[in-house]
C-alpha cells in the first residue's frame, strides 16, 4: 500500500510547551487512523500541525514522501482534506455550492470552476448520496447530512488522505452509523483517513489503526483491536470501563456500573 503520510519524532503544542511526548505515525493508502484521548489532550492540534497550520515545536511530517514545508498550497490540497468538527460556512450556500467549495485550493488563484471541477462536485455528491439535496442549503439539512455534505466537499477536492476532526460529534445515533461507514467504504475505495473520536466503539466499527493518548503525555499506536481494549481505555480515561461481546463476537465498551451506595442500618 502507498504511504501518504509519515511523522517522525513529531512534538507538536503552543508556546514552546508540547501536548505530548514525540509520536511517530503512518497512514497508507486504505487505512483509517483513529486518533482518541480526553477533552484537551491535543487531538486537533495534532491535525493542524499534520496540515501546517501550526509549525511543528520539532521532528518532521511528510506527505506522499514529500516534506510538509516544501509542499505549495495546491500541492499540499493534492494530498490532505480537512473536515472540521463543526463545518458550516459564513454564507448560505446550497450543498453543490458548499462542495464547490473543495476545488478552490486546486484553482489557480482567480480562475472560474471549468467542467473537470463541475464534474469532481457531482461525483462526490454522487458518492455520499446527496444527489437529492443538492439544490437545499445547509441551513436547511440534519447534522448528519451537514456533515455527509462536509465529507463531499473534502471528496471533491480529489486528495489522497482525509482529516476529520470528531466528525461523528453531536449526530444521533443512526447518523453517526452512516458518517462511519462511509468513512470505511472510501476507505476501501484507496483514501487514506484519519479521524479523531471519543467513542472507543466508533475506533473498532472505522479504524485500521489507533494513536491513543496516554497520561502523562505518552503515546501508543497500533492496531485497534490491540489498543482498544478495557485496560488500555480505562487508563486513558481516568473510569473503569468494561466490554461485553455482540451476537456476532465484537467488543462493545461502556462504562463499568456505579457501585451501589453503601447504607448504614437502623
Sequence with gaps: MAELLRARALAFGYDRRA???PIDLDLHAGEIVVVLGPNGSGKSTLFRTLLGTVAPLSGSVHWGGRALAELAPRELAARVAWVPQQPGAAFEFSVEQYVMLGRLGRLVPGAAPGRADREAVAR?????????????LLSKMSGGERQLAAIARALAQQASTLLLDEPTASLDFGNQGR????????AADGLGIA???????????????ALVYLPGGKTAFGPVDDLIEPGM????????????RTEGGRPVFALAA????HRGEG
Excluded at 455528491?125 to 443538492?134: A, Q, T, V, W
Excluded at 481505555?233 to 461485553?244: H, N
Design 258 to 261: 456505579a457501585p451501589a451506595p
Design 233 to 244: 481505555l480505562t487508563c486513558v480515561y481516568g473510569v473503569q470501563v468494561e466490554a461485553a
Design 179 to 186: 458518517v462511519l461507514d462511509t468513512l470505511r467504504s472510501l
Design 19 to 21: 501536548l505530548t511526548a
Design 124 to 136: 462526490a455528491i454522487e458518492r455520499l448520496g446527496l444527489d437529492r439535496f443538492r439544490a437545499r
Design 195 to 209: 479521524y479523531a473520536t471519543h467513542d472507543p466503539n466508533h475506533a473498532l466499527r472505522a479504524g485500521t489503526n
